[in-house]
């Protein structure tokens, strides 16, 4: 919707400033008088503005939802804006784990799910509250419930959408177990 919108805007100031100069030329050059919204007589006639056509705007490059949607900008083009690294110990499910690279933008690195998790990081950034929420820390003296969900313990590290990520999780208790499973795929799915 945001991107239609864009479009529709970048479009009508293109047409707009095409437009503006040729109605301005035909009105200078028809034959009759051309009627004006500007005083031509009295005090107010020496301050008349300069007619004439507008000056084209700047071809600007279209910001990075436009360009294609991929969510990179001029001279950005092949950088991943996701890179994390995904350290997973403790979980007692085969292959889980270990060091994983993981990067967004293209999919790319040694993550066993990496498609899926950045379809995941993605969906959450999609939104206010889940930019500000994934990889936020439960803050202290939140009420938890007391269920123990392993010894599972992971720490992710790097940028995420181009802002630096450094958060842990485990499963000690039920805002944490809540947390994992909110970062599964990036995290392994130990339910």
């Given amino acids: ?48 503005p300069a007619l004439g056509p507008l000056p084209m705007p700047m071809p600007l490059p279209l910001p990075g939802f436009l360009d294609g949607g991929d969510g990179t900008g001029p001279g950005e083009a092949g950088e991943a804006l996701t890179r994390l690294t995904v350290s997973v110990e403790n979980t007692g499910v085969a292959g889980a784990d270990g060091t994983f690279e993981l990067e967004c933008g293209p999919t790319g690195g040694s ?52 802002r630096a990520v450094d958060t842990t999780a485990s499963r000690r208790d039920g805002c944490e177990i809540a947390r994992w499973n909110s970062l599964v795929p990036v995290l392994p799915d130990i339910r």
């Fill in 111 to 162: 993550h066993p799910r990496g498609q899926a998790a950045c379809d995941r990081l993605a969906e959450a950034g999609a939104t206010r509250a889940g930019r500000q929420e994934l990889f936020r820390p439960t803050p202290e003296g939140t009420m938890c419930t007391m269920i123990h969900g392993g010894d599972a313990f992971a720490r992710i590290v790097g940028t995420w959408e181009g």
């Fill in 1 to 48: 919707m945001l991107r239609r919108l864009a479009l529709t805007a970048v479009v009508s100031l293109a047409a707009l400033a095409a437009a503006v100069p040729a109605s301005t030329a035909t009105a200078s050059g028809s034959l009759g008088p051309t009627p004006a919204a500007v005083p031509t007589s009295g005090p107010l006639a020496a301050a008349r």
